[in-house]
């Protein structure tokens, strides 16, 4: 939520004396370089997301489907 309203606050000036900046320090060569990087890192982010999430669907539904035992009884 708060990257939003940061962008927000944003005029249109201030993203393209970014944006200009941005090109001006790493140069038109280095960002598709820069951007390939970072959609990799989010790719990877979100399968690693993924994974977690199938993984504790899958033991929830192994809980679920398990008979369950009688409690012992102390005597």
Not at 25 to 32: Q, S, T
């Amino acid at each position: 939520m708060a990257n939003f309203q940061l962008l927000g606050a944003l005029g249109t000036n201030e993203i393209i004396i970014i944006m200009v900046i941005v090109l001006l320090l790493f140069g038109g060569r280095k960002i598709p370089e820069l951007m390939r990087g970072l959609g990799k890192g989010v790719r990877e982010f979100n399968d690693a997301k993924d994974n977690v999430k199938r993984e504790i669907e899958e033991s929830a539904n192994t809980i679920a489907s398990e008979p369950k035992k009688p409690a012992a009884s102390q005597e």
